[in-house]
């Protein structure tokens, strides 16, 4: 296996981790985001910890797939693939803050609670360090995102590195799911329509993964010009 292709390999791998690990997170974390009053309650904390696990696998895996990318997209634009890695580091570093706060709402629960305490107070700090998570979820894994995915699909549809079709995928996606998620930022509409929202964008991952894992980058295609220069050098020799 070429250079090349093991680079595809990896990062497909790393964005299938992105999308498996991501939905495994949110669904562990749902007793801790559905439950106002988590922290004076019985608690599920092993399952919220197990979700905090998987959401720091999205961490790696997310500033992974910019750095096995880097030396790829940067043929096409050096300053654009340098942006996305940077855009990639911000979408991480939000979403480790809204794991910190779900893991300090499992530490709350178990120190917190005493003969002495307010449950109300502590009710009230659980409710905005989800609070927190919920903006942290918003911004890095939907705002983001979306400018990361469109950076990036701008430059493997210029680079025809992968079929235009995915291509595409992303440069719809990725904005789509951004101005849908300020949209929820202002209120204009619900969660759910949002979901519905970034579809496209998780349509455009799935398939950019499973290109690459099982075809790999396209061959550049080759310039009119260094075939017209090889051809012209050929004749010459011969002659």
């Known amino acids: ?3 090349r292709s093991r680079t595809a390999t990896v990062a497909g791998v790393l ?3 992105t999308e498996i690990a991501g939905i495994t997170g949110l669904a562990l974390y749902q007793p801790v985001l559905s439950n106002e009053n988590y922290v004076g309650g019985a608690g599920a904390d092993t399952r919220v910890l197990v979700g905090a696990f998987s959401e720091l696998i999205v961490v790696m895996a997310v500033i992974g797939t910019a750095v096995t990318l880097y030396p790829v997209i940067k043929r096409q634009n050096e300053g654009m693939a340098l942006a996305h890695v940077c855009g990639r580091l911000l979408e991480a570093a939000v979403i480790t803050v809204g794991i910190v706060s779900v893991v ?3 530490t709350l629960r178990q120190d917190g609670v005493g003969p002495s305490t307010d449950d109300g107070a502590l009710a009230a700090v659980g409710q905005s360090l989800v609070a927190i998570h919920d903006w942290t979820f918003l911004l890095g894994s939907n705002v983001i995102l979306g400018v990361n995915s469109l950076l990036l699909a701008y430059l493997v549809y210029r680079s025809q590195a992968v079929p235009r079709i995915i291509a595409v995928l992303g440069l719809i ?4 799911v951004t101005t849908s998620a300020v949209a929820v930022m202002f209120g204009l509409y619900s969660p759910l329509d949002h979901a519905i929202a970034a579809l496209p964008v998780f349509a455009w991952e799935v398939s950019l993964a499973v290109h690459l894992i099982v075809k790999g980058f396209r061959s550049p295609p080759a ?4 075939t017209g220069s090889v051809a012209a050098t050929s004749t010459l020799s011969q002659a």
């Open 15 to 17: 964005f299938l981790i």
């Open 173 to 176: 996606g990725g904005p789509l």
């Open 104 to 106: 300090s709402i499992v």
């Open 1 to 3: 296996m070429s250079s």
């Open 223 to 226: 310039n009119p010009r260094n």
